[in-house]
């Protein structure tokens, strides 16, 4: 089963911060997602990647940039956070077989709040 | 875009009561997972199950792709079986999972 890893746990900003949200993965997977999941949205796609270098602008990409700097490590950016930026972040990650894409494992999650 | 449906919404049982999660999607799927979460836990995948039937435990999902619908059955359910279940799919053209919002399964003593 793959292992996805995320830092930190919880984080409190206040409005205007820098906050680089951390995933790394050890299992080899190829695509890498960033999500945030809020009361009445559900689970929302911010970013994704298909490999190192590449990043895939996602559903609610919005005050949000991304990195893929390895296989294994996939960074979320919030380079001026504001409050409604205050949410629960998950990191997954997954492969392709048989050309469909399989099953997607899911990080602990982050909490971030900005005040 | 895609989407996806889960009802009920909520349902309440009584230890040792079956459940009976339902899920539709609006376009063919490539993929299709079932999610288990508590309140503000992480997301723990329950079954992939693009099509057909699946088993783990006392779970069972049934996928009919051309129906564009799944189940999930949880049999004999327990009180640490509260939380929310999430439906999720994926799209041929890449590998994004659209969720449902959830069912919320409580089950007292």
């Known amino acids: 089963e793959a292992a996805v890893t995320q830092s930190p746990r919880n984080k409190v900003t206040v409005t205007g911060g820098n906050v680089t949200l951390s995933c790394r993965q050890t299992n080899s997977h190829n695509y890498m997602y960033w999500y945030r999941q809020d009361t009445g949205h559900g689970l929302r796609l911010i970013h994704y990647s298909y490999g190192a270098g590449n990043l895939q602008i996602g559903d609610v990409p919005d005050g949000y940039k991304a990195t893929r700097t390895t296989q294994e490590d996939f960074f979320l950016l919030l380079e001026l956070a504001s409050p409604s930026q205050t949410s629960l972040y998950f990191c997954?990650?997954?492969?392709?077989?048989?050309?469909?894409?399989?099953?997607?494992?899911f990080g602990p999650g982050t909490r971030l709040t900005v005040l | 875009g895609q989407q996806v449906q889960q009802s009920p919404a909520s349902l309440v049982l009584q230890e040792g009561e079956n459940a009976e999660l339902q899920c539709n999607f609006s376009s063919t799927a490539t993929q299709l997972q079932w999610f288990y979460q508590r309140p503000g836990g992480s997301l723990v995948s329950l079954l992939y199950n693009p099509s057909g039937t699946k088993h783990t435990g006392r779970l069972t999902s049934t996928t009919v792709t051309k129906e564009r619908r799944s189940s999930l059955h949880i049999s004999s359910s327990q009180i640490t079986d509260s939380g929310t279940y999430f439906c999720?799919?994926?799209?041929?053209?890449?590998?994004?999972?659209?969720f449902g919002h959830g069912t919320i399964l409580r089950v007292h003593p």
């Open positions: 999720a799919i994926t799209g041929a053209n890449t590998g994004k999972l659209t």
């Open positions: 997954a990650s997954s492969d392709v077989a048989g050309g469909n894409y399989a099953e997607q494992f």
